[in-house]
């Protein structure tokens, strides 16, 4: 059982694919583990940063919306390819309602809002944001700024 | 999530001995919060020194926490690594936290 909770990375040519379960420890140490391994690892600290955070925000949606009512594999493919990290994120939960993403327009400071902040981050970092619903899966692409460091 | 707590004056200040708050971890940073500000006190800084990492849930549970405080007293953030940093910029939420670059700045400001 802790096995299947971690991500399990296996290299297939250029993208590097991570499983993990829809629960929110599971992400966390999803995170971990995937943010120990490349490409992530050698990523510059900004576009780590960005990417943790854009990560973070999209794999909890899926627990929280798509997985509401109950854990499921979600699948995470990475790939570096010209300075950019594309990704793709896939799981069996519901559909975005209406078949479409969510605006992601920011909330105002002024009213203390304890939500709201996901989409609207992940909009912010993000280019070529795209949803489709595939056979019954969630499939959600971005690319992601990806300097190396040091380099 | 493990949280310390000490006065220093008539200053609270909680440290988050955590690397990061979470989805997984926002609701019990929010209730161990809850539990420690009923120390009597005139600020409230909380050390964010340690903090690697703040999702959405993770500043959801912070500004929930500034409203448990409020009206009476406010909270300040101390510490912001650059990523957690980045989150409240990107969310335009350090316009409404007094935001100290570090713990010994806060300490220096008591009024």
Redesign the interface.
């Known amino acids: 059982m802790l096995a299947e909770r971690l991500a399990v990375p296996v290299m297939a040519a250029t993208e590097v694919r991570f499983r993990l379960l829809a629960e ?2 599971a ?2 140490d999803g995170l971990r583990l995937i943010f120990a391994e490349e490409p992530l690892l050698s990523m510059s ?2 576009d780590r ?2 990417a ?2 854009v990560l ?2 999209v794999l ?1 949606n899926v ?2 919306h798509a997985h509401a009512a109950g854990s499921g594999p979600i699948l995470l493919v990475l790939s570096l390819d010209e300075g950019f990290l594309h990704c793709r994120v896939e799981d069996e939960g519901t559909p975005m309602p209406g078949g479409e993403l969510p605006g992601g327009h ?2 105002d ?2 009213d ?4 709201g ?2 989409w ?2 992940i909009r ?2 993000c280019h070529g944001l795209r949803y489709e619903r595939i056979g019954g899966r969630n499939c959600l692409s971005f690319s992601l700024p990806a300097e190396r460091s040091g380099g | 999530m493990l949280l310390k707590s000490a006065m220093n004056g008539t200053t609270l200040v909680i440290r988050v001995a955590e690397d ?1 708050i ?4 926002a609701i019990q940073f929010k209730e161990r919060m809850r539990d420690l500000i009923q120390a009597p006190c005139q600020r409230v800084i909380l050390d964010l020194g340690q903090v690697h ?1 703040l ?3 993770g ?3 912070v ?2 926490v ?2 448990l405080l409020a009206p009476e007293r406010k909270l300040e953030l101390a510490g912001l690594t ?2 957690v940093a ?2 409240f910029r ?4 350090d ?2 936290f007094t935001i100290h670059t570090a713990l010994a700045e806060g300490l220096r400001d008591a009024g």
């Not at chain 2, 979470?22 to 971890?25: E, F, L």
């Open positions: 929110a420890g992400v966390r600290g900004d940063g960005n943790e955070i973070a925000e909890n627990v929280e920011p909330v400071p002024a203390l809002p304890e939500g902040f996901g609207h981050l912010l970092l | 990061r979470d989805a997984a971890g990492f999702d959405s849930s500043l959801g549970a500004v929930a500034m409203k650059p990523t980045k989150v990107l969310t335009r939420m316009s409404v």
